[in-house]
């Protein structure tokens, strides 16, 4: 039943910022655990950054120092502030709720359509 919009992605050169969104519909918002992950071109889709309900992060290596994970409860919705950007950050983005499994961390909602993020050199 949740839905999930993400917006914000659009063409920067390397070295530029991009200020992504993550719109999620329903009540219970505020105590999921959020993640943005990121498909490239050929590759599977990957964790790039997580925020529990009680607001702690985590970030994947390539991405550490560059991007910052943050949650507006009131506005059922989360960001991922991009600085630094480089080519390899080229990539759909997603949001997704995700719960911890023994395997790791899963997403478990239905995706949406994602946000193209294209940084050129």
């Known amino acids: 039943q949740v839905q999930l919009v993400e917006s914000g992605g659009g063409l920067v050169q390397a070295g530029g910022s991009l200020r992504l969104s993550c719109a999620a519909s329903?009540?219970?918002?505020?105590?999921?655990?959020m993640a943005w992950y990121r498909q490239a071109l050929g590759k599977q889709r990957d964790v790039v950054a997580s925020?529990?309900?009680?607001?702690?992060?985590n970030y994947a290596d390539s991405v550490k120092g560059r991007f910052t994970i943050s949650r507006d409860n009131a506005r059922n919705t989360v960001y991922l502030q991009m600085n630094s950007l480089k080519p390899e950050d080229t990539a759909v983005y997603y949001c997704?709720?995700?719960?911890?499994?023994?395997?790791?961390?899963?997403?478990?909602?239905?995706w949406g359509q994602g946000t193209q993020v294209t940084v050129q050199s």
């Open positions: 329903g009540s219970t918002f505020s105590i999921n655990n």
């Open positions: 925020i529990t309900s009680g607001g702690n992060t």
């Open positions: 997704n709720l995700i719960a911890l499994r023994p395997g790791g961390w899963e997403a478990y909602a239905t």
